[in-house]
Nanobody
Framework: QVQVVESGGGLVQAGGSLTLSCAYSGGTFSEYGVGWFRQAPGLEREFVSAINWSGLRTFYGDSVKDRFTISRDDAKRTVDLQMNGLKPEDTAVYYC??????????????????WGQGTQVTVSS
């Protein structure tokens, strides 16, 4: 049974940094692309970032480009999301998800088979 679990959320001041981590268990980690999505109250789930199965391709939403960095460590079975220059509008629940798809930009939440429970990120102004 494939499972993904997020950690690293918390409260931070605007301009600060946080690193979210997605831990993967079950299945073959190296075969899956991993994405991060977020959802703020009253809003739709938004694509944040993704990394493909090989780690050679990364993707970012326009609102986080140049501030967030995604990386994967297949030995540790983790995908990290380094978030710098945080803004109050980054406040949301952040979800990690895994997709077996090996092509495309991984921006569509419909392609993801496995989701974590989410971790709260709150950025104060």
């Amino acid at each position: 049974q494939v499972q993904v679990v997020e950690s690293g959320g918390g409260l931070v001041q605007a301009g600060g940094s946080l690193t979210l981590s997605c831990a993967y268990s079950g299945g073959t980690f190296s075969e899956y692309g991993v994405g991060w999505f977020r959802q703020a109250p009253g809003l739709e789930r938004e694509f944040v970032s993704a990394i493909n199965w090989s780690g050679l391709r990364t993707f970012y939403g326009d609102s986080v480009k140049d501030r967030f960095t995604i990386s994967r460590d297949d030995a540790k079975r983790t995908v990290d999301l380094q978030m710098n220059g945080l803004k109050p509008e980054d406040t949301a629940v952040y979800y990690c998800a895994a997709t077996p798809r090996t092509y495309g930009g991984h921006v569509d939440p419909q392609e993801y088979d496995y989701w974590g429970q989410g971790t709260q990120v709150t950025v104060s102004s």
